[in-house]
């Protein structure tokens, strides 16, 4: 098999007007079930968070200086080095001919050992299913060559799909004519290889500091760590077995 | 037209929405699990010994302990997926990458081993053989006792993330203390010398452990400062502490012992459910995910002179 390019999004949130025509799309491509229709009453956003039935959710952030609307459809990163996969005992959670993350629903015991993983709190278990849910960037659509439902739904190309790399070139193209236009705080998030989980499939171009949308600022995937983990477990499993030994040779009779 | 309310809008957050989610691992079965499997663990362990050195009491209790902990961990872990009838998935693959992966496998192993164990000492039955799983269940109880901190640890949990050189010692710890008080319970003084001296060692671990963890994790140790887990964590210290205590005053009186042993049993048991809510706690506000990784990012400039995060570009 031919090594076919990496896909992803680049959510350009300058040219978002929350219209969440994508939360929608998501909704329905996917079959994803309705989880309560909530008016949370503190802007525009009610769906409150991306979650195991929320697959896009559309943040809205009013500030006073500048005084402007920040709109954001969220989605799941795609990570390049993606905590949920690696932690995944089942295997359910796989990487897809396209360098996505998809989960097997079929294979998925709803251990949830993925929900805390991902360092941006995007997969989570669906209450009365039992098993984990999130973003498949529309595997089945990609199969046949077809773009994600929210990227073809989304009315001001907010959303794009495509290439990984030709979707960077054209992110830093964007955000340097941002800047030269003197948009204030533009600036990609997700975008760089180098950063701590190897670059995000799904990239955005943010005007204020990413947690102001609900981002982490500095995202590591945790198993980066894990070999030091493991280190230290055996050291504390040695120290348990020389605590029992001391105990034994210490009460001989 | 009224505009609407900026209500929780603070700075450096989503109206205050946690950024990760926390764990769904439920509550009590998750924290009773760690409890089970670092008692099933140094029983394994501490059996195996008493058996080599001639104390068959103190052997059985700890066989039967390391099994029946065992079964009973597994049946929580069980119980705690959101599809139980899919439990065996869990040995569909054998994944380094996961610590939860090679959790079940160790468990599975290590169960079978501890039950192969017990039933011999039970029944009787093939005592010469008998020898291979009580050998291979002690081997395998360190690893049961410390591999729970790896499987916390790797996580975007900000208390456990942060805490994963300390928190397989503070789990041993509290294992070895686990073990030592059944065998206090179970076992006649004359036995039980190893146990009242493992109750000190146990101590001694846990609550260095913990107190590294704290200094070392400085803000970020907040969570198991304050609140329920705080509570928890205090009251698991004192019963510790009490407990390793009366191990050594109850060198010859049966009762004190038997309380003793149950103090160290409910000591270790309220650590893990400290330490259990205290990752929820950490979970579910975002400072304690975002000002870490500020401080990093903040580092990191200081260190190259440059500003922006790997993860913002300009």
Redesign the interface.
Same mark, same amino acid.
């Given at each position: 098999m031919t090594e076919l390019p990496r896909v992803g999004f680049f959510t350009d949130t300058s040219v978002c007007i929350g219209c969440k025509a994508c939360e929608v799309a998501c909704k329905e491509w996917n079959n994803v079930p309705a989880d309560g229709l909530d008016l949370l009453?503190?802007?525009?956003d009610n769906s409150?968070?991306l979650?195991a039935s929320t697959w896009r959710h559309v943040?809205f952030?009013?500030q006073r200086d500048p005084d402007r609307w920040l709109m954001m459809s969220d989605v799941c990163k795609h990570c390049t080095h993606a *905590?949920c996969l690696?932690? =995944?005992?089942?295997?359910?959670l796989f990487r897809t001919e396209f360098g996505t993350v998809v989960v097997q629903e079929d294979?998925?015991?709803? =251990?949830?050992?993925c929900? $805390?993983? =991902?360092?941006?709190?995007?997969?989570?278990?669906r209450p009365g299913?039992?098993?984990?849910w999130k973003c498949t960037l529309c595997y089945d659509r990609l199969g046949d060559g077809l773009e994600p439902a929210c990227a073809k739904a989304c009315p001001t190309d907010s959303i794009q799909f495509g290439e990984l790399t030709e979707l960077r070139d054209r992110a830093q193209q964007r955000?340097a004519r941002l800047?030269a236009d003197g948009v204030p705080g533009a600036?990609?998030?997700?975008?760089?290889p180098?950063?701590?989980v190897g670059g995000d499939g799904a990239f955005f171009l943010?005007l204020d500091? $990413?947690?102001?949308?609900?981002?982490? $600022?500095?995202?590591v995937v945790?198993?980066r760590?894990?070999p030091?983990?493991?280190r230290?477990?055996? *050291?504390?499993?040695?120290?348990?077995?020389a605590?029992? *030994?001391?105990?034994?040779l210490?009460?001989?009779? | 037209m009224t505009e609407p309310a900026m209500t929780d809008q603070r700075p450096g957050s989503y109206y205050g929405q946690p950024i990760i989610k926390p764990p769904t691992w439920k509550n009590p079965d998750v924290p009773a699990y760690l409890f089970l499997g670092g008692l099933a663990g140094s029983s394994a362990t501490l059996a195996a010994l008493a058996e080599l050195t001639g104390r068959p009491r103190l052997a059985r209790a700890g066989q039967l302990a390391a099994a029946g902990a065992a079964a009973g961990g597994a049946g929580l872990l069980i119980h705690d997926l959101g599809r139980p009838a899919r439990f065996l998935n869990m040995l569909r693959v054998l994944k380094p990458t996961s610590p939860l992966s090679m959790g079940s496998w160790l468990l599975a192993t290590f169960g079978a081993l501890a039950g192969a164990a017990a039933t011999a000492t039970v029944t009787g039955l093939l005592p010469r053989a008998a020898w291979l799983p009580k050998a291979g269940a002690a081997a395998l109880g360190p690893l049961v006792m410390t591999y729970p901190a790896v499987l916390f640890a790797d996580t975007a949990v900000p208390v456990w993330h942060e805490a994963h050189r300390e928190l397989p010692f503070l789990f041993a710890g509290g294992a070895l203390t686990s073990g030592a008080g059944l065998g206090l319970l179970a076992a006649p003084a004359s036995e039980a010398g190893p146990a009242r001296l493992l109750a000190v060692a146990g101590t001694g671990l846990e609550l260095a452990a913990e107190r590294r963890m704290t200094t070392r994790l400085g803000g970020l140790a907040e969570p198991y400062r304050q609140g329920r887990p705080a509570r928890w964590m205090r009251l698991g210290q004192l019963l510790t502490a009490a407990g390793a205590a009366g191990a050594v005053a109850g060198r010859r009186n049966r009762l004190v012992a038997a309380v003793a042993g149950s103090a160290l049993l409910a000591g270790a048991l309220c650590t893990r459910f400290g330490v259990f809510e205290a990752g929820l706690a950490s979970a579910r506000d975002p400072k304690y995910t975002v000002d870490p990784q500020r401080a990093r990012l903040a580092a990191a400039q200081s260190r190259y002179g440059h500003g922006e995060a790997a993860t913002t570009t300009p």
């Amino acid at each position: 098999m031919t090594e076919l390019p990496r896909v992803g999004f680049f959510t350009d949130t300058s040219v978002c007007i929350g219209c969440k025509a994508c939360e929608v799309a998501c909704k329905e491509w996917n079959n994803v079930p309705a989880d309560g229709l909530d008016l949370l009453g503190r802007s525009y956003d009610n769906s409150g968070d991306l979650g195991a039935s929320t697959w896009r959710h559309v943040a809205f952030i009013e500030q006073r200086d500048p005084d402007r609307w920040l709109m954001m459809s969220d989605v799941c990163k795609h990570c390049t080095h993606a *905590a949920c996969l690696d932690v =995944c005992p089942t295997g359910s959670l796989f990487r897809t001919e396209f360098g996505t993350v998809v989960v097997q629903e079929d294979v998925c015991n709803g =251990c949830g050992y993925c929900v $805390p993983a =991902c360092p941006y709190g995007v997969i989570d278990i669906r209450p009365g299913d039992g098993r984990a849910w999130k973003c498949t960037l529309c595997y089945d659509r990609l199969g046949d060559g077809l773009e994600p439902a929210c990227a073809k739904a989304c009315p001001t190309d907010s959303i794009q799909f495509g290439e990984l790399t030709e979707l960077r070139d054209r992110a830093q193209q964007r955000v340097a004519r941002l800047r030269a236009d003197g948009v204030p705080g533009a600036r990609l998030y997700g975008a760089d290889p180098a950063d701590g989980v190897g670059g995000d499939g799904a990239f955005f171009l943010l005007l204020d500091e $990413p947690e102001v949308y609900g981002l982490p $600022p500095d995202p590591v995937v945790t198993t980066r760590d894990l070999p030091s983990m493991w280190r230290h477990a055996g *050291a504390a499993a040695l120290a348990a077995v020389a605590a029992v *030994a001391a105990a034994f040779l210490g009460s001989r009779r | 037209m009224t505009e609407p309310a900026m209500t929780d809008q603070r700075p450096g957050s989503y109206y205050g929405q946690p950024i990760i989610k926390p764990p769904t691992w439920k509550n009590p079965d998750v924290p009773a699990y760690l409890f089970l499997g670092g008692l099933a663990g140094s029983s394994a362990t501490l059996a195996a010994l008493a058996e080599l050195t001639g104390r068959p009491r103190l052997a059985r209790a700890g066989q039967l302990a390391a099994a029946g902990a065992a079964a009973g961990g597994a049946g929580l872990l069980i119980h705690d997926l959101g599809r139980p009838a899919r439990f065996l998935n869990m040995l569909r693959v054998l994944k380094p990458t996961s610590p939860l992966s090679m959790g079940s496998w160790l468990l599975a192993t290590f169960g079978a081993l501890a039950g192969a164990a017990a039933t011999a000492t039970v029944t009787g039955l093939l005592p010469r053989a008998a020898w291979l799983p009580k050998a291979g269940a002690a081997a395998l109880g360190p690893l049961v006792m410390t591999y729970p901190a790896v499987l916390f640890a790797d996580t975007a949990v900000p208390v456990w993330h942060e805490a994963h050189r300390e928190l397989p010692f503070l789990f041993a710890g509290g294992a070895l203390t686990s073990g030592a008080g059944l065998g206090l319970l179970a076992a006649p003084a004359s036995e039980a010398g190893p146990a009242r001296l493992l109750a000190v060692a146990g101590t001694g671990l846990e609550l260095a452990a913990e107190r590294r963890m704290t200094t070392r994790l400085g803000g970020l140790a907040e969570p198991y400062r304050q609140g329920r887990p705080a509570r928890w964590m205090r009251l698991g210290q004192l019963l510790t502490a009490a407990g390793a205590a009366g191990a050594v005053a109850g060198r010859r009186n049966r009762l004190v012992a038997a309380v003793a042993g149950s103090a160290l049993l409910a000591g270790a048991l309220c650590t893990r459910f400290g330490v259990f809510e205290a990752g929820l706690a950490s979970a579910r506000d975002p400072k304690y995910t975002v000002d870490p990784q500020r401080a990093r990012l903040a580092a990191a400039q200081s260190r190259y002179g440059h500003g922006e995060a790997a993860t913002t570009t300009p």
